[in-house]
Structures are given as C-alpha cells and as structure tokens.
C-alpha cells in the first residue's frame, strides 16, 4: 500500500512569496495534520484536518493556512514568506477511531522548503 | 510545555542497551514514539496510553510511568540500523481528544558503531 505521499520534494522560494504544499494521506486515512521541523529540533504542529473540518492549530501566524478536499487531500499555504520559514514541512495522516483517544500518525516524506 | 529528552546524544557499539527518557511537566494521555534518519520521515515504533503500560517491538521497548508523566525507551542488543533520532511525541489529558496533534521533544541522537 502507498504510504503518505508529499510534493514537492524541495521548494526554493524568495522572501515575500507565497507557496503551497500538497500531501496526499494513506488510503482510508481521513485525518491529516502537518507539522514544520526546523534543522535539529522535533516536528512543530502546525494544523490537523479531520474530515474536512480544522480541528486543531499551533502557534503559527495567520500567514499559515490549509485545507483539507472531499477526497482527503491536504494542503499548506504560506504568505509573505520569510527566512524563518524555512524548514522541513512533514505531512502526517491517521484513520482516526473514535473512542480510541488517539492515534497512530504516519508521516510522509516531507517538502523541504528554502526561502532566500 | 514541550517534553524534555534525555540524553541529548548516545554512542553505542552493536549489541550494547540504551534508554531515552522523556518528561512532561503536564497530564499526558499518551506518548509516541518515532525514529528519524537524516533526510527520511520519522517513522512510527509505538504508542503509550496512560496507565502505566509497556509495550514492545522486536528489540525496543517503552514504559509510561503516569505517576513522573516519563516515558522510556528502552533499546537492547541495539544494531546498526538503530542509528537516528528518537522523537518523543506527548498528547495532554484534555475534555475531549486532540486526534493529530502532538508536541515533540527536541530529540536524541542515537549512533551505533560496529
């Protein structure tokens, strides 16, 4: 089975711009959650989508957003970029059963994301 | 609020133990466990619920002491493909669930040498 799939691998971008991030979830996986992980630090949670809906946010500017599409898809928009965004992006998917209060997240490969 | 790992670094020679420690200063719920190699996603080892359980996975281990909010992560007879970083992932005692999202450690570096 496929696992966690992520695009792009590497991303170069200038300060100011604005770039999008995809991640596409385990099949059957109806959560995702993204996370950022700067060189030698754990991951950082940014967002977690559960059937389309936003159900969890870290502490990140209004300049992070996302999204999660009817067929579980997920993606990270970042405005204004600057030199500290630069990072490892790390998509995770979970399939979320209810009443198990909690869950095993499956991370994808990453986008590693540079801003000059 | 981010779990503190102990130690920050281990060298090891094939075949010798390890333990990586991780603490909360808050109630958790669970504690996950993940491996990371240089340029690879963190891959899953195990979850830990609140309760003082103790799971195992070939050769590696977790315990979660709910009293000292600690987790560890035993490792023995380690091998060379043990090498990486040890990510701590925690979840808070909360009303409800918090499915997704967890806070991580900053890691311990494990090297094994032959």
């Known amino acids: 089975d496929a696992g966690v799939t992520q695009s792009p691998t590497h991303l170069i971008k200038t300060r100011g711009q604005h770039v999008t991030l995809r991640c596409s979830p385990i099949?059957?996986?109806?959560?995702v959650s993204w996370y950022q992980q700067v060189l030698g630090q754990g991951p950082q949670f940014i967002f977690q989508y559960y059937e389309k809906e936003e159900r969890g946010r870290g502490n990140f500017p209004d300049r992070f957003s996302a999204r999660q599409f009817p067929n579980y898809s997920s993606e990270l928009n970042v405005n204004a970029l600057l030199l500290g965004d630069s990072a490892l992006y790390l998509c995770?998917?979970?399939?979320?059963?209810?009443?198990?209060?909690?869950?095993?997240?499956?991370f994808g490969p990453g986008t590693r994301l540079t801003v000059l | 609020q981010q779990p503190v790992q102990s130690p920050q670094a281990v060298i090891l020679r094939e075949g010798e133990d390890a333990v990586i420690n991780c603490s909360s200063s808050?109630?958790?719920?669970?504690v996950h466990w993940y491996r990371q190699k240089h340029g690879e996603a963190p891959v899953f080892l195990m979850i830990?619920?609140?309760?003082?359980e103790q799971k195992g996975h070939e050769k590696i281990s977790a315990s979660f002491n709910e009293k000292k909010q600690q987790s560890s992560l035993y490792l023995t007879a380690s091998q060379l493909s043990y090498s990486g970083t040890y990510f701590c992932g925690t979840e808070k005692v909360t009303g409800g669930t918090s499915y997704g999202k967890l806070t991580f450690g900053q890691g311990t570096i494990l090297t094994v040498h032959p």
């Open positions: 099949s059957g996986h109806k959560s």
């Open positions: 808050k109630a958790l719920y669970s």
């Open positions: 995770a998917s979970s399939l979320v059963v209810e009443d198990m209060g909690t869950d095993t997240q499956y």
């Open positions: 830990l619920l609140k309760g003082g």
